[in-house]
């Protein structure tokens, strides 16, 4: 009876954590494939930011609802780039970008697909904050 609660339990948690970055994404207008947003970011000329999650990433999700869906962040990332949330461990992507640990953000060049900028981890507001001016910087470089 215990493993079968357990295992309920774990199903669950499972389940919730992937209604959970749906709608995350719908939200926040987060590209769900690295091909659409691709494309979207080539017809808008504007770089792709790559959110590198795991279903089971508990940084992943701080790093969603304490910074991501901030306005300061949400609205820097909307104005700036088309952003892409993909599961490594399940999701396409270009291999060159397979990233070390979630969760990682990656900018890119979407005619290159080369990366400009990474933040690597979760960073608290203020740090993040920061490294979003300077991603938002190193964008205008590669246009």
């Known amino acids: 009876m215990n493993v079968k609660r357990i295992f309920a339990s774990v ?11 749906d709608s995350f994404s719908i939200e926040f ?4 494939t ?4 691709q494309q979207k970011a080539l017809r ?6 790559i959110l590198f999650i795991t279903a089971s ?20 990332v909307q104005n700036t780039f088309i952003p892409v949330m993909i ?19 990656t900018f890119i060049d979407p005619k290159t697909q080369q990366p400009f900028f990474k933040i690597i981890g979760y960073k608290p507001l203020e740090e ?3 490294l979003f001016q300077e991603a938002k910087r190193k964008a205008k ?3």
């Open 11 to 21: 199903l669950l948690f499972f389940a919730f954590g992937f209604a959970a970055e």
């Open 57 to 76: 990433c508990p940084w992943c999700q701080k790093l969603k609802h304490q910074v991501l869906s901030k306005d300061e962040i949400s609205g820097l």
């Open 141 to 143: 470089e590669h246009q």
């Open 128 to 130: 993040a904050t920061k």
């Open 44 to 49: 808008a000329n504007k770089p792709m930011m």
């Open 87 to 105: 599961d490594k461990e399940s999701d396409y992507f270009p291999e060159h970008l397979m990233p070390f640990a979630v969760p990682t953000l």
């Open 29 to 32: 207008e987060y590209e769900t």
């Open 34 to 37: 690295f091909l659409s947003a």
